[in-house]
Nanobody, 115 residues
């Protein structure tokens, strides 16, 4: 089994902060690149951030400087620290991994940015 479980979603006010976590089975988070995506109602799933196995990160332009992707290899976990959140960030956030020839997804966690 390949399991990815997101947590940390919830209600946050504009300008606030939230930290999402993705716990993976085995050594997935250590051995492979991990990505974060989000999907708002009626919209396509959108790329947010990635971190490679060597901890090189990449972000969609709209979150650069506000979101930080990191890895805790000992806990087989990746974290997405979201600061200065905006209402446009309201979506279900998913983590994903891409071992050779495959892509796996978590179940998603809801983030709602509202005053």
């Amino acid at each position: 089994q390949v399991l990815l479980v997101e947590s940390g979603g919830g209600l946050v006010q504009p300008g606030g902060s939230l930290r999402l976590s993705c716990v993976t089975s085995g050594s997935i988070a250590r051995d492979y690149a991990m990505g974060w995506y989000r999907q708002a109602p009626g919209k396509l799933r959108e790329f947010v951030a990635t971190i490679t196995s060597s901890s090189i990160t990449n972000y969609v332009d709209s979150v650069k400087g506000r979101f930080t992707n990191s890895r805790d290899s000992a806990k087989n976990t990746v974290n997405l620290q979201m600061n200065s959140v905006e209402p446009e960030g309201t979506a279900v956030y998913y983590c994903s991994t891409t071992p050779p020839g495959a892509r796996y997804w978590g179940q998603g966690t809801q983030v709602t940015v509202s005053s």
